[in-house]
């Protein structure tokens, strides 16, 4: 249970990172932020970068910000910066509900928010945002830099779209206006555990009916994402149990879910169902 | 092998020059180089708690940190809490309502109620329990955890209010 040997690099600067990157991606490097999933995962041996760029010292990256209608999560800001809203309205309550449910206390103090996105675990409470809100994924790298939608990132079970010598620096939330309403709901085993399925519903109601429904399901498939056709179920109709009940059908029966030893398709598909359900629920309350 | 580096860790207010391969985790280094054996390694991949240490006002799980990057950080292991032979209110709890047996999660759980005492002194009952949902214990069965550790919280909490 000891990682094997790499070198170790710590830049101060973006510029000195994504340099270092140039030179030991291709020598297996890895970039090391929080080091809550690779670290164990080194331990296990199950990766053994040969280099590892560590970022925590690059002070420009611990950068939360509101820019425009946008709030900035630099690639060094902890989970536990997200323990009490980080801004005033319902986005900041949003991130506050959700990093509850990300592992446990001592995890969330190093663990990182672009970290849980670079790695892509399918059961990622902020990978299940990203695509819900449709961040923005800004990447660097010495051949410059480029943002990336979240529909675009996510690729499959730890994959994304992201380049071997890119470092992802920042992920951009757009603020929710305040009549936004949200409910997040995530089902594991035991507390803290990796969730066996999760949803996030967002969304406003004008005249009694729902509009700008965003809808995405998490830890059921390869990645999370947003479910188009339940989506179209709630626009236009109150929210009401019953209108909840027919998108959590139709979020149900558009998942093609993982399975494993434990959790079969059919019982993945049903708690899709619920976590649909109960997320959609959670927003009136 | 990779080439060793020169490192110095503060650990309780001591300075301690050391020289470590990155590899090494911080825990290892607190138990083999600095001689502070009183933090504890269980599962090695940040799942038991055992080797839980307060840096610079956080809890965190020591084996998932390079000693590396733990250089001009200040690091308090469970050696720090008593004065002396006074034992701190978090050790005496766990005395007295018996929250330990073997002893070997102990130090995990002292540090890290400690820290949420010191941080976060207004926890409820409930957020107490989700705290130590962090940490695994195979003897006590918690109950005895959680009565300690919900009991020093209800103490400090009186002492303030007179």
């Known amino acids: ?42 331990a296990f041996r199950l990766t053994r970068p040969a280099h590892l760029v560590d970022i925590n010292g690059v002070e420009a990256l611990r950068r939360l910000a509101v820019e425009g209608e946008r709030l900035c999560i630099g690639a060094c800001v902890r989970h536990s910066a997200f323990h009490r809203p980080v801004v005033d309205g319902p986005l900041g309550q949003l991130l506050s509900t959700v990093v ?39 990447a660097q790298s010495v051949r410059g830099s480029r943002v990336i939608p979240a529909r675009e990132f996510f690729a499959g079970i730890m994959t994304t779209t992201l380049a071997e010598d890119e470092l992802l620096t920042e992920v951009r939330l757009p603020l929710l206006a305040p009549d936004t309403r949200f409910g997040f709901y995530e089902f594991n085993r ?5 969730a066996l399925a999760m949803a996030l519903a967002v969304y406003r109601v004008e005249d009694g009916r729902i509009v700008e429904p965003r809808l995405a399901v998490g830890g059921a498939e390869p990645h999370a994402r947003r479910m188009a056709d339940a989506e179209q179920v709630l626009a236009g109709r109150p929210p009401t149990a019953e209108s909840f009940a027919d998108a959590a059908e139709h ?16 019982y993945r598909r049903d708690l899709v169902r619920t976590v649909a359900r109960r997320a959609l629920e959670r927003s009136l309350t | 092998m990779t080439e060793k580096i020169d490192i110095e860790l503060h650990i309780n207010g001591r300075g301690h020059a050391v020289r470590v391969e990155p590899r090494k985790t911080l825990v290892d ?40 990057q733990a ?38 759980f002292l540090m ?15 957020e107490i329990l989700d705290l130590l949902s962090s940490n695994l214990c195979r003897c006590t069965g918690y109950q005895n955890i959680i009565k300690a550790v919900r009991s020093t919280f209800a103490e400090m909490r009186q002492a303030h209010a007179r």
């Not at chain 1, 035991?190 to 990796?194: I, K, M, N, Y």
Request: glycine share 8%; aromatic share 4%.
């Open chain 1, 1 to 42: 249970m000891k990682a094997a040997p790499f070198r170790y690099h710590a830049p101060r600067t973006i510029d000195e990172a994504v340099t270092l990157l140039a030179e030991v991606a291709p020598l297996d490097g890895r970039v090391l932020a929080g080091g809550q999933s690779l670290v164990p995962i080194m």
């Open chain 1, 100 to 138: 509850h449910h990300i592992a446990h206390h001592p995890i969330r103090t190093r663990g990182t928010f672009c970290g849980s996105v670079a790695h892509a675990d399918p059961a990622s409470e902020w990978c299940t945002v990203a695509a819900t809100l449709d961040a923005e994924i800004v």
């Open chain 1, 190 to 194: 035991r507390a803290g555990d990796f």
């Open chain 1, 251 to 266: 979020a149900a029966a558009a998942v093609d879910p993982m399975e494993d030893a434990q959790t079969t398709a059919e």
């Open chain 2, 29 to 68: 280094a607190i138990r083999d180089e600095c001689g502070l054996t009183g933090t504890h390694i269980g599962c090695e991949h940040g799942v038991c708690g055992a080797c839980t240490v307060i840096i610079d006002d956080d809890a965190v799980r020591s084996c998932l940190m390079f000693a590396v």
């Open chain 2, 71 to 108: 250089q001009g950080k200040r690091i308090r292991t469970v050696e720090s809490l008593a004065d002396g032979d006074k034992l701190h209110p978090m050790q005496a709890a766990f005395i007295a309502h018996h929250a330990l047996q073997c002893g070997f999660c102990t130090p995990g």
């Open chain 2, 112 to 126: 890290l109620a400690v820290n949420a005492l010191e941080t976060n002194p207004d926890l409820t009952d409930e």
